[in-house]
């Protein structure tokens, strides 16, 4: 490769930086790419360093020794994350979203791509420390949600789905009760789409009771997995005695729905009420 100047070798680090996030990049491969010394590299990686943390980019974490690098952790900062969500707040409030058992139409959000890019950073930068190996959704409005945290996390997606398909080969079924309709339900997954023992974070776009979270926890057992965590995008107050599941994180709450008076109550979720991990990000 041509040997750049500084000022292009820190563009192109950087963007290679940001297309591999979670990923323990060696130093001596920057170095071997710009034909330049480690020390010029780790003096450009502080300059990154430097201006990742400024624009709550994300974090750059170093790692000494003989297999040792680098590694970007993506993070929102907290002005940011909250300029965004009460933004996103205002959307969902609008009345016209109303529908019937106290739903919101959300599929035009969840089929923006900016949209989905800023709540998959919210997601990844919650979970950042809990070693994710997948992520997991239920089809199907999940989907979206799902490939945007996994790519932050720079990991996989696996996709639970409420038939079984063909082309899945050998799955593994449960039935499991819907929490909002007290409906057995069932939900599969294939044999192949999940590893065993892997740490798995589950995301979901709207949660009530938390059944549909509760089945996709249970069906996990079969693979012998571990729930890192669970993350979604609006739950509801509503009947929160008969909540099936405890340990989440919600980005906004549904407080109240007046269907008569056209009316919709929501507020920032529990993702707020976490401790910033560093100064200014959560």
Sequence with gaps: MK????????????????AHP?????????????GAAKSSISEDLSIIKEAFE??????????AGAAGGVKYIPQMKTEEALHFMRVLIDQLANPERL??????????????????????????TAYADKNVDVVMTVETKGIPLAYATATYLNVPVVIVRRDNKVTEGSVVS???????????????????????????????????????????????????????????LVETTADVSERLV??????????????????IEIELGSFFDREPTTEGSF
């Excluded at 035009?108 to 989905?116: K, V």
């Design 22 to 34: 979670h990923t323990l990049i060696p130093l001596t491969l920057f170095a071997e790419q710009y």
């Design 99 to 124: 529908l019937p058992g106290g739903y919101l139409y959300m599929s035009d959000i969840l089929g923006n791509p900016s949209t989905m890019a800023q709540i998959g950073k919210l997601f990844a």
């Design 54 to 63: 400024v624009q709550g980019v994300g974090l750059l974490k170093t790692v």
């Design 174 to 232: 449960i039935n499991y009760v819907s929490g909002s309709s007290k409906r057995i339900q069932t939900m599969s997954l294939a044999r192949r789409g999940l590893a065993e023992q892997s740490r798995v974070l589950i995301v979901d776009d709207f949660m009530k009771a938390g059944g549909t979270l509760r089945g996709m926890i249970d069906l996990l057992q079969e693979f012998r997995a571990t729930v890192v965590g669970c993350g979604v």
């Design 246 to 263: 405890d340990d989440y994180v919600s980005l906004a709450k549904l407080q109240d729905v007046d269907v008569k008076g056209k009316q």
């Design 3 to 18: 040997k750049l100047r500084r000022s292009a070798r820190l563009v192109d680090m950087t963007q290679h930086l940001l």
